[in-house]
């Protein structure tokens, strides 16, 4: 068993208790809540003798990505799985390693006690970004600045404005028109023409409407 195995046997039954599975595929556990999934993603990089595992901490929102997905363009093998926010956790979770180096059995054995221990914060931040307003106060009442839930502006910028749609956002036009400014110089423009798909569906749709499609 390599280091990436043993890791994941370490903290199955911690996470089972949870109510999450193991993915190998996805390298991830999730958990599904209603239409809200919680995802602790372990990302193995293998540099022999040792494996470096990079944590990754999400929250998908079927309804935020069911909306983005009707003009993203994504492949419909790869609509399922994609998040709603969340990054690297060294940069959500204070005091976070930004990787476990695992190499023998001591490392294995600390780096599932830092992650058990840590539950209790992840746990935290699962159920604060299960609320959409949340994730609208993140993502919108500062356009401009970067957030580390969704570091690229392509993302950021289309998800931003899906949610605030879905709550009804009273600054809307100023923040699609913000956002619409830094797509236009973002990569030559690359991900504008998207952008305007999607802004221009959310806004054929009410808000009420948009939950049913």
Not at 2 to 31: C, D, I, K, Y
Request: glycine residues 6%; hydrophobic residues 40%.
């Amino acid at each position: 068993m390599n280091g990436a195995s043993a890791l994941v046997a370490a903290l199955r039954p911690t996470m089972s208790a949870r109510g999450f599975g193991w993915q190998e595929r996805h390298e991830w556990f999730r958990r599904r809540a209603g239409g809200v999934q919680h995802i602790l993603q372990l990302v193995s990089v293998d540099h022999p003798p040792v494996v470096d595992i990079e944590p990754q901490l999400m929250v998908r929102h079927d309804l935020v990505e069911r909306i983005f997905h009707r003009t993203s363009g994504y492949p419909p093998q790869n609509q399922p799985d994609t998040p709603t926010v969340g990054g690297d956790l060294h940069e959500l979770v204070a005091g976070a390693p930004k990787r476990f180096v695992l190499g023998v059995d001591g490392d294995v054995h600390a780096a599932a006690q830092w992650l058990t221990d840590a539950l209790p914060r992840l746990e935290e931040y699962w159920a604060r970004f299960s609320a959409l307003a949340e994730i609208d106060r993140d993502l919108n009442d500062d356009p401009r600045r970067p957030p580390p839930n969704r570091p690229l502006p392509w993302l950021r910028c289309s998800t931003g404005l899906t949610v605030a749609r879905l709550v009804q956002r009273s600054d809307y036009d100023q923040l699609e028109a913000e956002y619409r400014r830094q797509l236009a110089i973002d990569n030559n423009g690359f991900y504008l023409g998207p952008f305007n798909a999607l802004a221009a569906d959310l806004r054929r749709h009410t808000p009420a409407q948009l939950r049913e499609l």
